[in-house]
């Protein structure tokens, strides 16, 4: 089955800062990888996606990911935050034999401090 | 701009209810999807539907069902409301060939008391 891991709940952050959110993932084929973006009182939004080729992905508002499979990880990276990068993040994995089956992470909860 | 719309913000409902949640797309797009979101457990798929009138079980259809009966709405129908259903529902569409939810609604909070 598969699974996700956000190891951490919560992190804080100063802006200009550098982020690095952690996702680990169990899967038993190639993964299908995504980060979502959660800001306040939206709805999810699609930072970037992975299904095969580059490891390294770029996603929008300035987010990269790298997937590195000897690690199962796919941590997600912004150079310097902007207070607007507050939200909730949701990492996800999927696969091409549960197509749409998405399993999420639960969550790490952002927080940029002046 | 794509919208994806649910019919309410907020919901107050009693246990034993008949509930419906709905969703509508303006996209066309063939595949829609409903979630919970709740603390800790992030997102978890309640069903999902690929085109009118199909639908697929998700990690946790109990105690839910849902209706596709045109290509823009996929509605979520709780049978028979219970306390441990209070929750945010999330609903999601993607494109035929899009494997993964691309554009979600603003979320319904339901308090099944």
């Known amino acids: 089955a598969q699974s996700v891991t956000q190891p951490d709940i919560h992190i804080t952050v100063s802006e200009g800062a550098s982020l690095e959110l952690r996702c680990n993932y169990s899967?038993?084929?190639?993964?299908?990888l995504f980060w979502y973006v959660q800001s306040p009182g939206q709805g999810l939004q699609l930072l970037l996606k992975?299904?095969?080729?580059?490891?390294l992905v770029q996603g929008i508002k300035g987010f990269e990911a790298e997937f590195k499979r000897s690690q199962s990880s796919f941590n997600l990276r912004k150079p310097s935050v902007h207070w607007s990068d507050a939200a909730e993040y949701f990492c996800a994995v999927g696969g091409s034999d549960s197509w749409g089956k998405l399993q999420f992470g639960a969550g790490t909860q952002v927080v940029v401090t002046p | 701009d794509v919208k994806v719309t649910q019919s309410s913000r907020y919901l107050v409902k009693r246990t034993g209810e008949k509930v419906f949640l709905e969703c509508v797309q303006d996209m066309d797009h063939e595949n829609m999807f409903w979630y919970r979101q709740d603390p800790g457990l992030g997102l978890r798929l309640i069903y999902f539907s690929y085109d009118v009138k199909m639908k697929e079980k998700g990690d946790i259809p109990e105690g839910y069902s849902v209706s596709r009966e045109k290509k823009e709405r996929f509605s979520l129908i709780l049978e028979s409301a219970s306390t441990n259903q209070t929750s945010m529902y999330l609903c999601?569409?993607?494109f035929g060939t899009g494997y993964q939810p691309q554009h979600f609604g603003d979320g319904t909070r339901l308090s099944i008391l």
């Open positions: 899967y038993g084929a190639t993964p299908y």
């Open positions: 999601a569409s993607s």
């Open positions: 992975y299904f095969s080729g580059d490891t």
